[in-house]
């Protein structure tokens, strides 16, 4: 579910069942042509897609964060994961097709998914069944 299809009335009612904050994070740099811009955009969308309609009842898909040059990642997506977790989300997960991503580990996001495209769609199967498990894994070491 994207955070514009969520009223205002009804936040209050669905916030202990939508837990869970989906922050795309497409990995721009800035040199990329319009092509390469809307390859990565269309790429991150349809990763995005892996984990929005499957778990549709529980994720939140906060708008995305595109560029990532001159910034202190980490520390910038602690920041934003404290937020996020303050505004009432029990759950934050980064979703990049940006790799490598391991460098954008912080203390506040509580799951970094990193999916390579270029496995997009041979893989896909694996590639959902990895997003599962690792979903799964966070929302039971919670409960």
Same mark, same amino acid.
């Given at each position: 579910?994207?955070?514009?299809e ?20 497409? !990995? ?5 042509d319009?092509? #390469?811009?809307t390859? &990565?955009?269309?790429q ?12 549709? !009842? ?12 001159? &910034?202190?990642?980490? &520390? ?7 937020h996020?977790?303050?505004? !009432?989300?029990?759950?934050?997960i ?6 490598? &991503?391991?460098?954008?580990?912080a203390?506040?996001?509580d ?21 599962s #498990?690792?979903? #799964?894994?966070?929302?039971q070491q !919670?409960?």
């Amino acid at each position: 579910m994207k955070f514009s299809e969520i009223e205002q009335d009804q936040w209050s009612d669905l916030k202990p069942y939508l837990d869970t904050c989906l922050l795309p994070l497409t !990995g721009l740099k800035g040199f990329e042509d319009p092509m #390469q811009t809307t390859q &990565a955009l269309e790429q991150l969308r349809d990763a995005l897609d892996l984990i929005e309609i499957p778990y549709k !009842g529980r994720v939140v898909t906060y708008p995305a964060l595109h560029y990532v040059t001159g &910034a202190d990642m980490p &520390a910038q997506l602690d920041t934003i994961g404290l937020h996020l977790k303050r505004s !009432g989300f029990r759950y934050v997960i980064v979703l990049t097709i940006h790799t490598p &991503a391991e460098q954008w580990q912080a203390d506040q996001i509580d799951l970094l998914i990193t999916v390579d495209m270029s496995e997009w769609p041979e893989r896909a199967n694996d590639i959902k069944s990895r997003i599962s #498990q690792q979903i #799964q894994q966070l929302w039971q070491q !919670g409960d």
